[in-house]
């Protein structure tokens, strides 16, 4: 059954490959990235029942397995690779890789994670494929030892060949990995890692003086289809690539996994995640906004509590029929969103207040609670619809369409984890992309 798997694999893989490498002669190439969770050897258990036997203590172990590893990306040759987890704090394996994928025209960055972890990340672009034209190190000191590399980069071979010249060609990729919600309260600060990147890329754009680019978010985000980071990302534009591709909805977040944690749950973590130019970008401190709020009223419904009783928790003992401010903290302090190191900061409340009170006269009444709080989510669906379209038809630019998309092994595209499946505790994810010509949409700040 392993062989046979196998073999699927590589079919699967050398189809996938095929898109990257050759196009039909009127179309531009298309080009592949792949995320991938490659399971730091520090972090590996050869013994579930020692937790200290660890598979960087066996040399042979972690060699072949990293071998593997980069056998099958040197196969696939997605044009960007971008690596979770990836050993940063032992030399021989940074240099069996640097050797390895620079042999095989891939230009690598490296970025550990901050306070000496041992891991960190890796992004490769094949020269083939792109230029670098810049990079930025997003390091999260403050927010879980996480970091982000941005990557801004140029197509090498021209989209426009056989069209406006002045199209321009590029684009912007960042890969990451976010905290492990290991309890409710790091739900918080996984939003506020995602935030962050998002703001170094606006801030970046800003300072470059660049009009909107597509951009490709590449990782391990530790949260699923269901997650708040998921809906907040769905609110600045994003589209999930994989479910583009198979055409899945939320309500299909079953049907495939990506992951199986120390815990022994499967779930799906592992995104490129895609925002073409031409799409509505929602001011990035009201997306996050919502967000928080969407997390509240998570809060509260898990509370058991409808929409009634939640206004009335608000409430409290104000006697008039609104929220005040200190009420709302309150509520805030009940649910724990404060009150500890990952909580929510004096400015952060202010600024979910802010959004809440609609008209500015200091107090929620049910219409502002309802409508700011309570059903946030149709709030944002409106906004899309109506801004949807605001895009400068003047200005062209290239953006990308989904081709094609593949999880390997393959057993996981049907909710299921393999039990021979040895190479990391992630699947790796493999997108195909064709450039098209797209308006541009106004960047919002």
């Keep these: 059954m392993g062989r046979r798997n196998r073999r699927i694999n590589r079919r699967k893989a050398s189809s996938i490959g095929s ?18 969770n490659i399971l730091a050897p520090i972090y590996k258990r050869l013994d579930h029942e020692d937790p200290c036997c660890r598979e960087s203590d066996f040399k042979d172990y972690w060699l072949n397995r990293n071998q593997r590893i980069l056998d099958w990306l040197l196969y696939e040759r997605s044009s960007i690779i971008c690596l979770q987890e990836f050993w940063v704090g032992n030399d021989e ?40 034209i810049n990079h930025r190190e997003l390091l999260f000191n403050d927010l879980g030892d996480r970091v982000a590399q941005l990557l801004h980069v140029e197509l090498i071979t021209p989209f426009s060949q056989s069209r406006n010249s002045d199209i321009r060609q590029e684009i912007l990729i960042v890969n990451t990995h976010l905290l492990f919600p290991h309890n409710s309260s790091l739900c918080l600060e996984r939003l506020r890692q995602v935030y962050k990147i998002l703001q170094c890329m606006e801030s970046y754009q800003r300072e470059n003086k660049l009009n909107p680019l597509p951009i490709l978010l590449c990782g391990d985000w530790n949260g699923s289809k269901r997650g708040h980071v998921y809906n907040f990302l769905r609110s600045q534009g994003f589209t999930s690539s994989y479910d583009t591709a198979h055409q899945y909805t939320d309500a299909d977040a079953h049907k495939w996994v990506s992951h199986r944690n120390h815990r022994g749950n499967i779930c799906g973590v592992d995104f490129i995640w895609l925002l073409n130019p ?11 906004s919502e967000a928080v709020l969407g997390m509240f009223k998570y809060q509260l419904t898990r509370a058991s509590l409808n929409e009634d009783d939640a206004f009335a928790f608000l409430k409290g003992d104000c006697p008039g029929d609104y929220i005040t401010y200190s009420g709302f903290c309150e509520a805030l302090r009940q649910l724990n969103l404060i009150g500890d190191c990952n909580g929510l900061s004096s400015d952060e409340i202010k600024e979910l207040w802010t959004q809440a009170d609609i008209d500015g006269n200091g107090v929620l009444d049910h219409k502002d609670f309802k409508q700011r709080i309570w059903n946030t989510s149709c709030l944002e669906q409106e906004e899309e619809v109506a801004c949807d379209e605001t895009v400068n038809e003047m200005e062209q630019t290239i953006g990308f369409k989904v081709k094609n998309a593949v999880l390997f092994p393959t057993e996981v595209e049907k909710g299921t984890w393999p039990e021979d ?12 992309f064709s450039p098209v010509q797209m308006p541009c949409s106004t960047l919002t700040s």
């Design 19 to 36: 898109y990257a490498v050759a196009s039909p002669i009127n179309e531009p190439p298309c080009v592949s990235c792949t995320t991938f």
């Design 93 to 132: 394996l940074v240099n069996i890789y640097d050797e390895r994928l620079e042999d095989a025209g891939y230009v690598t960055l490296k970025l550990a994670r901050t306070n000496n972890r041992g891991d960190g990340l890796l992004t490769a672009v094949h020269k083939d494929y792109f230029k670098i």
């Design 278 to 288: 031409n799409r509505y970008r929602k001011l990035l401190r009201t997306s996050w």
């Design 421 to 432: 499946y040895s190479l990391s505790d992630h699947a790796r994810l493999t997108v195909v």
